[in-house]
């Protein structure tokens, strides 16, 4: 599959040399890590987010939002940890500026592994996950199969270092291929039969604070329980092309249109006059 998918992309005229390079690397490895185009924009995301967390607290500001963040588990169990990280959800999109500036941290790549007319996801999301904590899990799962679109795009970025089972994990496109092909054998089983199966394939995602990761939620992913000693801070948001199929998650509801051409806008709101119908 992944090499018809390939197939006159090196040739292809029209896509300069990087972006080649880009999608052949999203088609053959499910995902891409880049640098943030905007670091201060970063920068303002994760200080936000972190002052958020210091006021639900009643800390004071901190100095260093990184290592507040890593060591968050000081200060909140896992039994408030959802109700705490809605309200910080809830706060930081009420903020006009966050869904450009999180557009801005990878508008590039998006360009060119989605294409430059685009919907985004109405809100961003947060994912806290505190060592030892296996409440905030995210079973092995395909997105696809809750009824996202195979069009869409998620991207991810860490608001801490990300390594290991302080990550998140994703099965390379090969394997997935293959192991979906007989998914109808774990129809009867769980989802840690499922997990066992794929284990010797997933490849756990190394990214730093200062990089995006962009994947391909067609692929089965996941977390497991963090087994290290420090809290992971990422977000996560999905972006497609505005003219691609939608599945259950519909433009108005879910979706904002973001990056309209002057084109379409004309296009979309043209009506033929009386007289062309018959």
Request: proline residues 5%; glycine residues 6%.
């Amino acid at each position: 599959m992944t090499s018809s998918i390939l197939t006159g992309l090196d040739s292809n005229a029209f896509l300069s040399p990087k972006e080649i390079a880009l999608s052949k690397q999203f088609i053959e490895q499910g995902y891409c890590i880049i640098p943030v185009e905007d670091k201060a924009g970063l920068d303002r995301v994760r200080g936000a987010i972190a002052e958020l967390a210091a006021m639900a607290l009643s800390d004071a500001d901190p100095l260093d939002h990184g290592a507040y963040l890593d060591s968050i588990h000081a200060e909140i169990g896992p039994d408030g940890l959802n109700e705490f990280r809605l309200g910080i959800i809830r706060d930081i999109n009420r903020e006009d500026w966050l869904r450009p500036t999180y557009f801005g941290l990878a508008r590039t790549a998006l360009q060119s592994i989605v294409g430059n007319e685009l919907v985004m996801q109405r809100r961003v999301n947060l994912s806290i996950q505190l060592p030892g904590d296996d409440g905030s899990l995210l079973p092995i799962h395909c997105d696809v199969w809750a009824g996202d679109s195979p069009f869409e795009v998620v991207l991810w970025v860490p608001l801490v270092d990300c390594a290991e089972t302080k990550s998140m994990f994703l099965v390379p496109p090969q394997a997935n291929s293959e192991i979906q092909s007989r998914l109808s054998e774990f129809s009867a089983r769980s989802s840690e039969d499922l997990f066992a199966e794929v284990e010797p394939h997933l490849e756990w995602i190394k990214i730093r604070y200062g990089e995006a990761l962009l994947f391909n939620q067609n692929l089965m992913h996941g977390n497991r329980v963090n087994e290290t000693s420090e809290t992971r801070w990422s977000m996560n948001c999905r972006f497609k092309g505005a003219f691609t199929p939608y599945a259950e998650k519909n433009l108005g509801e879910f979706f904002e249109p973001i990056t309209l051409r002057a084109a379409s806008r004309i296009g979309l709101s043209y009506e033929l006059p009386d007289g062309f119908d018959n």
